[in-house]
Each structure stands twice: as structure tokens, then as C-alpha cells.
């Protein structure tokens, strides 16, 4: 490598370490710091391109790289960055600058407009590993006459296993909100979910510092208010999320999952906006005993039942709100059946709660669907009619109707086989009760492994001849190495 080079990277890396040092010092405001992530992202990004990915100090601007990544999304869970109009946007906020900072942002825009590349959302914390894999992949892939550059890139990432780094198509701000100038719709809910999940982790991680506890609990609460507004806006997005089925952190994935499926529940009933936010925080902390317990490593013979712990936690706090106290009330009454007969004698005589009611059904439903380390999953139909047999006895009749009625007799996210010989996502429920085993599915490949188009077909308005499509059975997705979510969310 030539001198001057060299010495390129040096100047960049130590600009870098300052910019890091006053970032940790916390000497900038937030619009500062998004800035400087966006400076370091571009300069990681040109000088991967341009230089050998193991020169040391290419290797070292990697390493400061990585560490503010995960430095910011230890603090705000993803980092979205999108480039839309020429202009930068990060987790919403229009990134400004002036001078060479503008020049380049500018140049920033360029290196993924060329590639038709609209943002990178870091997902999750990475390793200085899997960034150098990102950026050889970033800088090796190329287009191909039946897969553009954005597409290939996108399989390049999931073949290496880099789920912590999600590409963001291009998007113009034309008529457009804020949430679509920043993700696709489907990436936001990805992103939600990933808020979510940390800021719950983070929460349970410092719950014996209080002051921390409360920044985490409040940046839990405006979480569940955003999945509010996007379970409203694409129900299809919000299940696929769900169908984010991960034995690692089983219970944190299971609180995102119970909390969004009881969103969806709850607005079926019509409840406003304030209730469905104290709903999905309700499914969000009703597992907090068996979080605690499960963080403290409580050896199996010392746990406490984790509803009664969990009120008890909760208790701790001295500013006990209206919120609170109905979250209190969910944990304790939750595994509570319908009929009421396996709760203490005393409360036999009360009423469960609607929010308990509701937590119940969706916490039975995501449970029997996930891999826990214990029971195999139950396909998702087949979890509904285990749960109908127990109608009027383990869940109010009427909740359980509905919740069928929300996600369908095969749930969004369901792979199937067709009688064609094609299998399918099953895309969007029929909301006529007449058609629901009707549903719109993707196609995505036949029983051969012949991949297929993707096309989304209405099974309600196929043809009635021997030719109409029509659904064979559920099928385990896993064995057939389908990832639900990626069709889902694309």
C-alpha cells in the first residue's frame, strides 16, 4: 500500500477514536452523534472499498466501527440509517450538517445509491468477525442478469449467517411519512422488534438500579406505543415477526411476541389506543418472575411461582400508576382458567380481568407454538384447535372465537401445501368466516425444491374446477430449510 494511503486510513482511524472518546464523554447532543456514526459508517464503508480488509489500520477503523455500533444500539436498541432524496435519515431523525461533514453525507448517499442500496439497519450487536464479513460481502458482490446487486447482497448476508445487519431498499419522500422515509414498513416492524427485545433486556439487566430501570421501562412504554400505530397499519408484518421463533433468550422473544399478538387481539375488540398500550406492556412484563428468576440463574428447586414474584417486583416500585397496577393484576391472573377453578379459593369469586383474559389466550397460543427447549412446536393450526377444545373451560369462549377470527384458522406466517403440489406462506387471513381456510398465500417453491416466484395468490377466488387450489395440510417449515419471516417481511 502506498504511503500516503496509509497514512489516509491512520488520519481517518484517529479522527474516529476522538469523535468515540467525545461521544462515551457525552459532550454532543443526539443529532451529534448521528452524525458522527454516519461519518464513521462512510468512511468504513469507502476505505473497505478501496483497501485490503486486513490492513492493520483498515482493521482498527473496523474495530471503532464496530464498538459504535454497538455502543448505540446498547443505548437505542437498532440503528436505522436510510438515504432518501440525498439526504440521511437515523431512526427517524434528518441527519444536518454543513462543510465537509455535508460533503460527506453526500458522498455517503452515493456509495449506496450506486448500488441502489437504501439504508442499513444494524439489528443486533456484532462482532469485528462478522463486520469484516459484511464489508468483503459489501465490496465483492456484483449483479447478475437475473438478480440485481440489492437482491444478491441480501442472500449473500443471509447464506453467511448475518442476521444482525438488514439492507433497506431505496425509497423516495414523496407522500411519504416519516416512518417510510426512514423503513419499509416491513423493516420497522423488524425494527420495533428489536427495540423492544433490548429495551426488555436492558430493563430486567438493571432492575436493581432504579434510576437506570426507569430509562429502560420508559423506552419500553414508547416501544409498545410505536407497535401500537404499526400493528394498525400491517397486520402481515407484525405475525411474521412472531413467526421469529429463537430457542436462545426463549422468554424475551416469547414477552415481544404475547405483547404484540395481544395488541392485534385487542384492536379486533376495538380498544383505543391508550388501552391497547397498556395491553401490549401488559403482555411485555407478564413473564417478569420468570425473567428475573430466569437472569439471577435461580436453580429450578429454589424458584418462587413466577406470578406471585413477579407482582412482588413490581411492588417495589413507590410510584404504583393505573398502568402499573393492571400490569400487577395480568401477572398474577393470567394462568388463571376461564372456568376459574385453579385459582386460590378466596379469588374464585372475582372475574378475571379482560387484559388477563386476553394475555391468557395469546401466551397459551405463542407457547405452543415455539421451540422452548422442552416440548416441540405445534404447528400453528394445530394449536388453534388444541386451544378451541378448551373453549369455556381454560379461556373465555368469546375471546377465543375472536382471536381466531384475527389471525385465522391458519395463522399468517402458516406454510402449507397446496394440492397442486406447490408450498406456500400464507400471506393474509380471509376475514369472511365462510372463507377461512381461504387465505392469500405466497408461493415460494414446490414439494421438488424448484423455487417459484413469490406470487400472492387469493385461494377465495380460485376457479371451482379441478384446477383451484386448494389447501392440503400444514407443514413444519424447518425441514424444508423455509425461513417465514424473510417472506414475510420482504
Known sequence: MAE??????????ESFIKSLETIKSGEVDQKEKWLNFAKCMFRTLKTALIHDLNNQAMVRLIQIF??????????????????????????????????????????????????????????????????????????????????PYFESLEANLKRNGLNQIMLNRPLGISGSSMEDMVLHRGQLAHYLYAKALIYMKKYMANFDDRSVKIVFAKKCVRTVQDCVDICNQKQQY?????????????????????ALLAILLGQKMGLSRAQLADLGLCGLFHDIG???????????GEQIEHSLYGVSLLMRDKNINASILKRMIVIFEHHFYYSRRNAPRPYQKFEHDLFSRIIQIVDCFDILTSDDGVNPPELPDRALAKMMEQS????????????????????????????????????????????????HIKLIKKTDGTPLSGEIVDLSEQPVDKCSRAIVRAMDPKPLGINVSHYLLV
Open 66 to 147: 464496530v464498538h459504535m455500533v454497538n455502543d448505540m444500539i446498547r443505548e437505542e436498541g437498532a440503528i436505522a440509517l436510510q438515504q432518501s432524496d440525498k439526504k440521511i435519515f437515523i431512526n427517524k431523525s434528518s441527519i444536518q450538517a454543513s462543510g465537509t461533514s455535508y460533503a460527506t453525507l453526500r458522498e455517503l448517499v452515493d456509495v449506496l445509491d450506486h448500488r441502489k442500496v437504501g439504508g442499513i439497519t444494524f439489528m443486533q450487536e456484532m462482532t469485528t468477525e462478522q463486520m469484516e464479513k459484511f464489508l468483503d460481502l459489501f465490496k465483492n458482490t456484483t449483479s447478475q442478469a437475473d438478480r
Open 4 to 13: 500516503e494511503e496509509k497514512e489516509e486510513i491512520e488520519q481517518t482511524t
Open 290 to 300: 420468570l425473567l428475573a428468576q430466569q437472569d439471577k440463574k435461580v436453580k429450578p
Open 238 to 258: 407484525i405475525l411474521g415477526l412472531v413467526t421469529l421463533k429463537y430457542f436462545e433468550e426463549y422468554l424475551y422473544h416469547h414477552s415481544v411476541n404475547v
Open 392 to 439: 369455556a373451560k381454560r379461556f373465555d369462549p368469546t375471546l377465543m372465537k375472536l382471536f381466531v377470527n384475527t389471525i385465522g384458522i391458519y395463522p399468517i406466517g402458516t406454510t402449507v401445501l397446496l394440492n397442486t403440489g406447490e408450498v406456500g406462506i400464507v400471506f393474509h387471513s380471509n376475514q369472511d368466516p365462510a372463507r377461512f381456510n381461504k387465505p
